[in-house]
């Protein structure tokens, strides 16, 4: 007879995992210390759960597993940016970066193993989607950014952007799961104001997150002011058009009235004219954004682009502030070990 799959320990609740221990004949009080063991104190394995008793421990391992992330390879950048590759427990591997400023420390996470939306000038859209990161995976990467944080500048994350690999609204529940973790008094206690996350672009599911009411902030890769040259760079664009995406971040803001930005990297000759800053303000009109974040190319092997000289960014930054649009350049970090936007690829470092 096959061999029943252990369930993940991590996928209880804490009821459920009352009800387990009851079962067991145990006392219900060891569900809190176990459920502690997984959120706050971040156990990477049931034998670490000291608390317990041996047998208590021996019988979670025959029942359960405990699938967490590790670290497969980090390199730090001589800005202060840290990148670290981490290893599922399947053998995938995926990307995430610590970056550091002088007010906050930033984790930027992955939401999938790869990616299905093929955007033309991000390294990750040339890398086949294996899957969906799991919920507590994505957890797993917040706390182990937020441990090098506090091992190198010795104080916690200060925000969390999902703008790693993947499209985090193509997984849409285990993103929202692990926020309502990392958000939980009971896991990170992290406020959601201090959370992004970024789309390309699904209209449907901009919307779901208005009507799940969410907390977080939104940022939408926009990169290109009209469907044609959108279409070009983001196929995405095929099945959300800039129009519906309009109207789903209308329809976001009048649910939630949480923070939206827009993201707008400059392509040499392709959408950094005046002509093209003239779309982009039409847009930005027609939503209530508050910010948009213009960003600096980062060049990948597989792509045509390139970065605009620094006096057509400096022309386009200008348009928009005279047409009283809150823009601000963001400058790359971590471009010397490809932990720049765009950039995370999986790349092996030996």
């Known amino acids: 007879m096959a061999k029943a799959v252990k369930q993940n320990i991590r996928t209880l609740s804490l009821r459920d995992m009352e009800a387990y221990f009851e079962e067991m004949g145990e006392k219900k009080f060891r569900a ?6 997984l959120w706050l104190k971040q156990a990477q394995d049931i034998e670490a759960m000291t ?6 421990r021996t019988k979670l391992k025959e029942d359960f597993t405990l699938p967490a992330l590790t670290v497969d390879t980090t390199q730090y950048s001589s800005d202060g940016t840290v990148k670290s590759r981490f290893r599922t427990h399947d053998g995938h591997l995926v990307e995430g970066v610590l970056i550091p400023t002088e007010s906050r420390v930033t984790a930027c996470v992955s939401s999938q193993i790869g990616c299905s939306l093929s955007c033309k000038f991000c390294a990750t859209g040339y890398i086949d989607r294996k899957r969906n990161l799991d919920f507590d995976e994505i957890y797993d990467e917040v706390v182990l950014i937020n441990q090098q944080s506090e091992r190198i500048h010795g104080k916690k994350l200060t925000n969390i952007v999902f703008m ?10 285990n993103v929202l ?8 008094p009971d896991g990170l206690g992290m406020s959601p104001r201090r959370i992004t996350v970024s789309t390309a672009g699904v209209a449907k599911q901009i919307r779901q997150l208005g009507d799940d009411n969410v907390k977080f902030k939104l940022a939408l890769s926009l ?4 469907d044609r040259k959108r279409h070009e760079i983001m196929p995405i664009n095929d099945s959300n058009n800039i129009q519906s995406l309009i109207e789903a971040l209308n329809y976001f803001y009048k649910k939630t009235k949480n923070e939206i930005t827009f993201e707008y990297i400059l392509f040499n000759n392709f959408n950094d004219s005046l ?10 009109r027609q939503v209530p954004a508050d910010l948009v974040n213009i960003i600096e190319y980062n060049p990948i092997d597989f792509a045509k682009f390139t970065k605009p000289t620094e006096e057509k960014v400096e022309a386009f930054m200008a348009y928009l ?6 823009a ?4 790359s970090r971590g471009k010397d070990i490809d932990a720049a936007c765009g950039q995370l690829a999986n790349k092996d470092t030996h």
């Open 223 to 226: 990169h290109a002011a009209n």
């Open 321 to 326: 502030e005279k047409n009283r649009v809150n």
């Open 328 to 331: 601000r350049l963001r400058r």
């Open 51 to 56: 608390n317990l008793s041996k047998e208590i």
């Open 164 to 173: 790693g690999m993947g499209e985090p609204l193509l997984n849409y529940k």
């Open 275 to 284: 002509m093209d800053a003239d779309e982009l303000i039409k847009i930005y």
């Open 177 to 184: 799961k692990a926020i309502e973790r990392i958000t939980s």
């Open 32 to 37: 809190k210390q176990v459920y502690e063991w």
